[in-house]
């Protein structure tokens, strides 16, 4: 199966990477050229342009960083709405909001092409051991078509219905995931400037109700201080954004999440940006802001 790709940041490039190990042909394509060359050296060809993969591809997926990335890709110069018609999918499956899928989908249906919306959970290392859990939703002949290629970069695949609400999915998802981090980080400086060992409070919360693999896994390093880009916080607070732009659209009221985008707006402030979201804890734990 020949496949195009749009997007090797850090989900891009692995799943990308997962698709020629599994067998797929990938055209890829990348604002930032160099980035291609990984790929290149497994197999893969490259596309001059968006527009030029969906030319060769009947498939394309993109995994871009934000709404405005997603948008431009498609609308600009050399994007994929040159090239998209009847008979080619695209698959975006970046964390956007629900508007900006449905004006993507729009536009491709109107060019007679098939459109799927399909972020996903899990991070770098989930990508990378094609363990992502794939939020799909739109097009339904495209989201069986598109099968073969979740069951490489996924563990499980949903089908949401309508373009929107796999977006929609994602958000709420990463907004609980956004503010647990929040307290996670908060009851870490908590525990350390009450006298208690850090190591001890992780050790405990393992055995009990609220373990889960994100406090096992970011726990450690937190810790240490070390925050090496697996979630770019940037990305996490663009998520935490747009799922409070979703709660005003819904009347939900949302004072926890609220907080926590704050918090992860001076982590950015702090120039902690492309670190991992968890650096949001640097923020907690400076005795100068608390
Ligand atoms: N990292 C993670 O753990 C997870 C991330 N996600 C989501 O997946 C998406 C990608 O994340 P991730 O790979 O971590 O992000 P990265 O920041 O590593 O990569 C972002 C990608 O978007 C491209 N890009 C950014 N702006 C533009 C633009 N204006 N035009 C064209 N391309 C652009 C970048 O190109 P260039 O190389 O040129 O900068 C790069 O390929 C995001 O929506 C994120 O929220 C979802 C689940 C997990
Ligand atoms: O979007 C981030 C993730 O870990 O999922």
């Known amino acids: 199966m020949e496949v195009g790709f749009l997007g090797l940041g850090i989900m891009g490039k692995a799943m990308s990477m997962n698709l020629l190990k599994a067998g797929f042909k990938v055209t890829v394509w990348n604002r930032t050229l160099s980035k291609c060359e990984e790929l290149v ?32 890709v498609v609308f600009d110069k050399g994007g994929v709405l040159e090239e998209i018609c009847s008979g080619k999918g695209y698959v975006d499956m970046s964390t956007v909001d629900a508007t900006t899928s449905s004006q993507i989908n729009e536009a491709i249906t109107k060019k007679g092409g098939y459109f799927l919306e399909a972020p996903v959970s899990g991070s770098k290392k989930p990508a990378e051991d094609g363990q992502l859990v794939i939020l799909a939703a739109g097009d339904k002949t495209l989201y069986e078509e598109a099968i073969p290629a979740f069951d490489v970069m996924g563990k499980k695949a949903f089908y949401l219905g309508e373009v929107g609400n796999g977006a929609k999915m994602k958000l709420v998802v990463n907004m609980i995931m956004g503010s647990m981090m929040n307290a996670f980080s908060e009851g870490l400086v908590l525990a350390d400037r009450s006298g208690l060992n850090q190591q001890t409070l992780l050790d405990v919360l393992d055995l ?12 450690p390093t937190m810790i240490e201080g070390n925050y090496p880009p697996a979630f770019p916080l940037k990305h996490q607070q663009k998520d935490m954004r747009l799922a409070l732009a979703l709660g005003d659209e819904n009347a939900v009221s949302m004072p926890v999440a609220a907080a926590s985008n704050e918090a992860f707006k001076t982590a950015r402030s702090l120039g902690h940006g492309d670190s991992d979201f968890s650096a949001v804890h640097e923020r907690t734990r400076d005795r100068r802001r608390f």
């Open 208 to 219: 009990g109700a609220i373990s889960n693999p994100m406090f096992r896994l970011k726990g």
């Open 41 to 72: 050296e497994h197999g893969a060809s490259i596309g001059e342009t968006p527009a030029a993969v969906i030319k060769k591809c009947k498939y394309t997926i993109a995994m871009l960083s934000d709404p405005a990335a997603a948008l431009s």
